[in-house]
């Protein structure tokens, strides 16, 4: 197994060849071949997945476990076990999200089920983070005695970029709680990172950013501002909505459209936003993602959705103002119920199967993360390539060549030919060493990427 030395001391380690990842299936988006390898095998609902500042995968699984994930090797880096997560059901570790500026701040909030004095209730907690140790502590319950049962929680966490932080619920089985603007259920809420309520909130004083909801699992923002969600229906209208403060999303007087007599004067009387799409019969939309990576092209300017009982993914491109859902295609089939999302600054997607939540019928490697990536895509710089230069020597090699970079940040990937990736790791300092040993003499390619651009150049071995 070929690994990228580097001389900074970086928090990743060693990073293996993705290559070495077992390929378990291929499709085809447009004319590009997507492969879908196994990353990490034997895991028990993941929950949660978001590429952190790390360049690793954090994740939650319901159980109350958080971890770290290589991305390269699919290693499991165990942080926390939650003690006092209640799991039952649908009920357990849910959301993750991190601090925006996590190296000076180095906070991670989740949120969970627990039980006080016999009842099923859920908060919001702010871990720290220690690199040296490994580890998760210091908890500091932010928000916390909502309304819980072992359905019906949300619930997923997303940091925006004026550093609140939006917190999806469910209506917890108490369906007139989602129209009551005195309770955190059915709601998506908005929260400054210390806990307190943003002073622009849409009412002040409260918590809440927008209401009607029954069980939003799906929270994501575009570049541009516009947060979409993904939301649970009954046996009807799974739906996609465009969020926007203040506004009510019908539940439970309204399913779905407002295409029903009492809908359309309710909708009418209450400043109901409808949804982009739904779906009838349901498919239980749970993450929700953007793609817009020149590595899939077909894929750019997309909502992506795991589904968990129709076992898929979903792709939803929009229409340019991001008002409407032009298309649905599907892909993915065969690995059963789909739960958590995240995509990578390389354009892979990382997928989490939800096969032992109590629902699905596990295989012997259940659960997995998947990774899904067009294998022949090669950077190309996006502006002021001319000015990334980086040294590399000896070359040609043999056991080792080192490169000298222009700037500390840089990330680097080593490719054969067809431009699939062997190896990548981000560099903190000026140097890297690239350890060759035992890769078959030949031609590859270095590509080095930096905030102005990349570059690449040819390396010879052996």
Same mark, same amino acid.
């Given at each position: 197994?070929?690994?990228?030395?580097?001389?900074?001391?970086?928090?990743?380690?060693?990073?293996?060849?993705?290559?070495?990842?077992?390929v378990?299936?291929?499709?085809?988006?447009?004319?590009?071949?997507?492969?879908?390898?196994?990353?990490?095998?034997?895991?028990?609902?993941?929950?949660?997945?978001?590429?952190?500042?790390?360049?690793?995968l954090?994740?939650?699984?319901?159980?109350?476990?958080?971890?770290?994930?290589?991305?390269?090797?699919?290693?499991?880096?165990?942080?926390?076990?939650?003690?006092?997560?209640?799991?039952?059901?649908?009920s357990?570790?849910?959301?993750?999200?991190?601090?925006?500026?996590?190296?000076?701040?180095?906070?991670?909030?989740?949120?969970?089920?627990?039980?006080?004095?016999?009842?099923?209730?859920?908060?919001l907690?702010?871990?720290?983070?220690?690199?040296?140790?490994?580890?998760?502590?210091?908890?500091?319950?932010?928000?916390?005695?909502i309304?819980?049962?072992?359905?019906?929680?949300?619930?997923?966490?997303?940091?925006?970029?004026?550093?609140?932080?939006?917190?999806?619920?469910?209506?917890?089985?108490?369906?007139?709680?989602?129209?009551?603007?005195?309770?955190?259920?059915?709601?998506?809420?908005r929260?400054?990172?210390?806990?307190?309520?943003?002073a622009?909130?849409p009412?002040?004083?409260?918590?809440?950013?927008?209401f009607?909801?029954?069980?939003?699992?799906?929270?994501?923002?575009?570049?541009?501002?516009?947060?979409?969600?993904?939301?649970?229906?009954?046996?009807?209208?799974?739906?996609?909505?465009?969020?926007?403060?203040?506004?009510?999303?019908?539940?439970?007087?309204?399913?779905?459209?407002?295409?029903?007599?009492?809908?359309?004067?309710?909708?009418?009387?209450?400043?109901?936003?409808?949804?982009?799409?739904?779906?009838?019969?349901?498919?239980?939309?749970?993450?929700?993602?953007?793609?817009?990576?020149?590595?899939?092209?077909?894929?750019r300017?997309?909502? !992506?959705? =795991?589904? %968990?009982?129709? #076992?898929? &993914?979903?792709?939803l491109?929009?229409?340019? +103002?991001?008002?409407?859902? @032009?298309?649905?295609?599907?892909?993915?089939?065969?690995?059963?119920?789909?739960?958590?999302?995240?995509?990578?600054?390389?354009?892979?997607?990382?997928?989490?199967?939800?096969?032992?939540?109590?629902?699905?019928?596990?295989?012997?490697?259940?659960?997995?993360i998947?990774?899904?990536?067009?294998?022949?895509?090669?950077?190309?710089?996006?502006?002021?390539?001319?000015?990334?230069?980086?040294?590399?020597?000896?070359?040609?090699?043999?056991?080792?060549?080192?490169?000298?970079?222009?700037?500390?940040?840089?990330?680097?990937?080593?490719?054969?030919?067809?431009?699939?990736?062997?190896?990548?790791?981000?560099?903190?300092? !000026?140097? =890297?060493? %690239?350890?060759? #040993?035992? &890769?078959?003499?030949?031609?590859?390619?270095? +590509?080095?990427?930096?905030? @102005?651009?990349?570059?690449?150049?040819?390396?010879?071995?052996?």
């Amino acid at each position: 197994m070929k690994k990228l030395l580097l001389t900074a001391g970086l928090a990743g380690g060693l990073l293996a060849a993705r290559a070495q990842a077992p390929v378990v299936g291929t499709f085809t988006v447009g004319t590009t071949t997507v492969t879908v390898s196994a990353l990490t095998p034997n895991l028990a609902t993941v929950w949660e997945l978001v590429w952190g500042p790390d360049d690793f995968l954090w994740a939650t699984e319901r159980a109350g476990r958080i971890s770290r994930i290589n991305p390269a090797t699919g290693a499991v880096l165990p942080l926390l076990t939650i003690a006092d997560v209640t799991q039952n059901t649908e009920s357990g570790l849910l959301g993750l999200a991190l601090h925006p500026d996590f190296a000076a701040q180095p906070y991670v909030y989740v949120v969970y089920n627990y039980t006080d004095q016999g009842a099923l209730k859920e908060k919001l907690v702010r871990f720290t983070y220690s690199a040296s140790a490994g580890t998760l502590d210091a908890p500091l319950v932010l928000l916390g005695g909502i309304g819980a049962t072992t359905t019906h929680s949300g619930s997923r966490l997303l940091v925006l970029p004026d550093r609140t932080l939006l917190m999806t619920t469910g209506d917890a089985q108490q369906q007139p709680e989602a129209q009551s603007r005195a309770s955190l259920n059915g709601k998506i809420l908005r929260l400054n990172l210390d806990g307190t309520v943003p002073a622009d909130n849409p009412t002040p004083g409260s918590y809440l950013y927008t209401f009607g909801h029954r069980n939003p699992q799906g929270l994501v923002q575009l570049a541009n501002g516009r947060l979409y969600s993904s939301e649970h229906g009954p046996n009807n209208d799974d739906e996609i909505n465009k969020i926007e403060a203040g506004r009510n999303y019908g539940w439970p007087t309204v399913e779905g459209y407002c295409n029903l007599p009492a809908e359309l004067a309710f909708c009418a009387a209450n400043n109901v936003r409808e949804p982009l799409t739904t779906w009838t019969p349901t498919i239980a939309p749970a993450a929700l993602q953007y793609y817009d990576h020149p590595a899939i092209p077909g894929w750019r300017g997309s909502l !992506l959705v =795991a589904a %968990l009982g129709g #076992s898929r &993914l979903v792709q939803l491109p929009l229409d340019a +103002a991001g008002q409407a859902i @032009t298309a649905r295609n599907e892909f993915l089939t065969g690995f059963g119920r789909l739960r958590s999302l995240c995509v990578s600054p390389q354009g892979r997607v990382y997928v989490g199967t939800s096969n032992r939540d109590g629902r699905g019928t596990p295989a012997p490697a259940d659960d997995r993360i998947l990774v899904l990536e067009n294998l022949a895509y090669m950077p190309t710089a996006t502006r002021n390539a001319a000015a990334v230069r980086f040294d590399l020597f000896p070359n040609p090699a043999r056991q080792q060549a080192t490169l000298r970079l222009p700037a500390p940040g840089a990330h680097v990937t080593i490719c054969d030919l067809l431009g699939r990736r062997l190896r990548e790791q981000a560099v903190a300092g !000026l140097t =890297a060493t %690239l350890d060759l #040993s035992g &890769l078959p003499a030949g031609s590859y390619l270095v +590509a080095v990427a930096t905030a @102005t651009g990349t570059a690449t150049r040819p390396l010879s071995v052996e």
